[in-house]
Nanobody
Framework: QVQLVESGGGSVQAGGSLRLSCAAS??????????MGWFRQAPGKEREWVAS???????TYANSVKGRFTISKDNAKNTVYLQMNSLKPEDTAMYYC?????????????????WGQGTQVTVSS
């Protein structure tokens, strides 16, 4: 079955950087065909879209992270990354990667079929 395994979370001070990874396995179709997204959820808040990368490697970002975060993927390793720079306390959340086998990359969590277990990111001021 499909598995998405995130790693790379941790605790950093404001202004610091982290790189999250999400390794995928068990996909029925070629990994490159999948839209991959990163979402986050802070305590007491809804899960929100952060960034996504489609099969053509087109990337999109939430306004709150644009210019600070970079999503990329390595199809040979079936892995998607989220490089997070200039971190702020408001970036503190559980970060999830998600996948869907469609060309479009929506911003709605319900549109994604597969999810990882999440990795915690904590940014202190």
């Amino acid at each position: 079955q499909v598995q998405l395994v995130e790693s790379g979370g941790g605790s950093v001070q404001a202004g610091g950087s982290l790189r999250l990874s999400c390794a995928a396995s068990g996909f029925t179709y070629q990994y490159s065909y999948y839209c991959m997204g990163w979402f986050r959820q802070a305590p007491g808040k809804e899960r929100e879209w952060v960034a996504s990368i489609d099969r053509y490697t087109t990337t999109t970002y939430a306004n709150s992270v644009k210019g600070r975060f970079t999503i990329s993927k390595d199809n040979a390793k079936n892995t998607v990354y989220l490089q997070m720079n200039s971190l702020k306390p408001e970036d503190t959340a559980m970060y999830y990667c998600a996948a869907r086998r469609e060309t479009l990359c929506p911003r709605v969590p319900d549109e994604y079929s597969y999810w990882g277990q999440g990795t915690q990111v904590t940014v202190s001021s």
